[in-house]
């Protein structure tokens, strides 16, 4: 190659390495091939020069402007790349360092209906889904409370079409459904929403959760009744809990008993949540009255049952040392996920 070429193109090199943006390499590319550039007067110097000078130079001149075309693209692709790189990190951002995520939490109320359902299922009991308006057969005359009967008004009833539907004020609605769609033996448990014109405060809310199970079989007995709540206690507050029962009524179950259970939090020696006493009042159950199971269809003469219901609020405020019946149904995200974890 012709020495002046030469020397253009190793100071050219020489210059693109300090090159690093696309106006600079721009202006180098100008300063070389440009009307004005290096190479150009060299080619417009050649009038002057010998004709076989002029064939040499005038060849490398050209294979010098292939090159600098060359350099030029590749230093372009370079700059672009690394635009490309320098945005990428700059922008980078690693989302598991954000600090203002909260963590999701699930609803008190949700984690204790979960390890219900979770020990229920573990003793072999079917998870029914209950509806929440129900005839005011379902309600009340099917679990052999007629119209006339007075426990009617033990349950403040939010009627939806009077003498017809209602909201569902106990999840014993669900009893004559199970009776009517299932063969003994089995056993089921129905946790859902009741409803009922209550006056709203620390203890009683106007919409709250129920637990109610029923097993029919041959000689179930109140025996069976006591052990499958003390096999759920245990299981709930992880340690042996005792229950007692006393008698109680409930139109749907002869004898009819209510069940309180050994405070898990002191042993008897009396504190906050037992109210000194040492024992907690859990829930009204029983034997299933004859009246109930023929309702549903059930041969009397082969099978009995067992029925009770709880209320599930309740068992999540003592679980938890809640105070306040009200922070299940309001919206203060604050206090509802502090129970994320047990
Ligand atoms: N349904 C009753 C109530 O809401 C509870 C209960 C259910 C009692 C089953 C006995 C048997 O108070």
């Given at each position: 190659?012709?020495?002046s070429i030469l020397s253009i193109r190793s100071s050219a090199v020489a210059h693109l390495e300090k090159v690093s943006n696309i106006a600079d390499l721009i202006?180098?590319?100008?300063?070389?091939?440009?009307?004005?550039?290096?190479?150009?007067?060299?080619?417009?110097?050649?009038?002057?020069?010998?004709?076989?000078?002029?064939?040499?130079?005038g060849k490398d001149a050209n294979t010098l402007r292939w090159e600098i075309e060359e350099m030029y693209e590749k230093k372009a692709a370079e700059i672009e790349?690394?635009?490309?790189?320098?945005?990428?990190?700059?922008?980078?951002?690693?989302?598991?360092?954000?600090?203002?995520?909260?963590?999701?939490?699930?609803?008190?109320?949700?984690?204790?209906?979960?390890?219900?359902?979770?020990?229920?299922?573990?003793?072999?009991?079917?998870?029914?889904?209950?509806?929440?308006?129900?005839?005011?057969?379902?309600?009340?005359?099917?679990?052999?409370?007629?119209?006339?009967?007075?426990?009617?008004?033990?349950?403040?009833?939010?009627?939806?079409?009077?003498?017809?539907?209602?909201?569902?004020?106990?999840?014993?609605?669900?009893?004559?459904?199970?009776?009517?769609?299932?063969?003994?033996?089995?056993?089921?448990?129905?946790?859902?929403?009741?409803?009922?014109?209550?006056?709203?405060?620390?203890?009683?809310?106007?919409?709250?959760?129920?637990?109610?199970?029923?097993?029919?079989?041959?000689?179930?007995?109140?025996?069976?009744?006591?052990?499958?709540?003390?096999?759920?206690?245990?299981?709930?507050?992880?340690?042996?809990?005792?229950?007692?029962?006393?008698?109680?009524?409930?139109?749907?179950?002869?004898?009819?008993?209510?069940?309180?259970?050994?405070?898990?939090?002191?042993?008897?020696?009396?504190?906050?949540?037992?109210?000194?006493?040492?024992?907690?009042?859990?829930?009204?159950?029983?034997?299933?009255?004859?009246?109930?199971?023929?309702?549903?269809?059930?041969?009397?003469?082969?099978?009995?049952?067992?029925?009770?219901?709880?209320?599930?609020?309740?068992?999540?405020?003592?679980?938890?040392?809640?105070?306040?019946?009200?922070?299940?149904?309001?919206?203060?995200?604050?206090?509802?996920?502090?129970?994320?974890?047990?």
């Amino acid at each position: 190659m012709h020495s002046s070429i030469l020397s253009i193109r190793s100071s050219a090199v020489a210059h693109l390495e300090k090159v690093s943006n696309i106006a600079d390499l721009i202006e180098w590319k100008n300063e070389l091939l440009g009307k004005t550039g290096e190479l150009s007067s060299i080619l417009k110097s050649l009038k002057d020069a010998t004709p076989e000078e002029r064939s040499t130079l005038g060849k490398d001149a050209n294979t010098l402007r292939w090159e600098i075309e060359e350099m030029y693209e590749k230093k372009a692709a370079e700059i672009e790349e690394q635009k490309v790189q320098e945005k990428l990190h700059k922008e980078w951002k690693d989302l598991t360092e954000r600090k203002d995520i909260q963590t999701w939490a699930l609803h008190p109320l949700t984690l204790v209906i979960n390890d219900v359902m979770d020990t229920f299922t573990r003793m072999g009991f079917e998870i029914w889904q209950a509806k929440e308006i129900v005839t005011e057969y379902e309600n009340f005359d099917s679990v052999n409370v007629p119209a006339s009967h007075p426990a009617r008004d033990m349950q403040d009833t939010y009627w939806i079409e009077w003498g017809k539907y209602v909201l569902s004020t106990q999840t014993s609605s669900q009893q004559n459904n199970i009776l009517k769609s299932r063969k003994p033996p089995f056993q089921v448990i129905v946790p859902d929403r009741v409803f009922r014109n209550e006056d709203i405060d620390a203890t009683h809310d106007n919409t709250f959760y129920q637990v109610e199970g029923i097993v029919v079989g041959e000689n179930i007995s109140l025996a069976n009744l006591k052990y499958t709540i003390e096999t759920m206690l245990k299981d709930l507050f992880g340690k042996e809990v005792s229950i007692r029962m006393r008698p109680g009524f409930f139109p749907f179950v002869e004898p009819g008993v209510e069940i309180d259970f050994s405070c898990p939090f002191c042993g008897w020696s009396g504190c906050k949540v037992c109210k000194k006493s040492g024992w907690i009042e859990f829930m009204g159950a029983g034997l299933m009255h004859p009246n109930v199971l023929k309702e549903g269809g059930v041969d009397t003469q082969k099978y009995s049952g067992f029925a009770f219901g709880f209320g599930l609020n309740r068992l999540a405020m003592i679980r938890y040392g809640i105070d306040d019946m009200r922070i299940f149904m309001h919206t203060d995200i604050r206090a509802l996920r502090q129970f994320a974890w047990k």
